[in-house]
Nanobody, 123 residues
């Protein structure tokens, strides 16, 4: 299973937008469901969004529905998380990971975790 690496995090103000990327140089990217999670200090890692391998079905956490958009480009072995109308409560380390189980929101069902990228939203 390919190892993933996230990028694109940073410090932004409330209401701003940010796009995260998730890439790999390994093989098999297009065969897995790709998911995004986040973890704030002192909190459990929580599901954010996921997309199937064909890039035509997605599902989201209620807290980001309508503000975040997940997508992927299998030709570039890269996934994306477009984040709009960011809020201070979106501050967290964001991770991407793979699963074979489309529809799951459980972190334990995902693997090949990247090291994460920090997103900080100031008020």
């Amino acid at each position: 299973q390919a190892q993933l690496v996230e990028s694109g995090g940073g410090l932004v103000q409330a209401g701003d937008s940010l796009r995260l990327s998730c890439g790999t140089s390994g093989r098999g990217f297009s065969t897995y469901v790709l998911g995004w999670f986040r973890q704030a200090p002192g909190k459990k890692r929580e599901f954010v969004a996921a997309i199937n391998w064909r890039n035509d079905n997605t599902y989201y956490a209620d807290s980001v529905m309508g503000r975040f958009t997940i997508s992927r480009d299998n030709g570039k072995n890269t996934g994306y998380l477009q984040m709009k109308s960011l809020k201070p409560e979106d501050t967290a380390v964001y991770y991407c990971a793979f699963t074979m189980a489309y529809g799951t929101k459980k972190a334990d069902d995902f693997g090949s975790w990247g090291p994460g990228t920090q997103v900080t939203v100031s008020s």
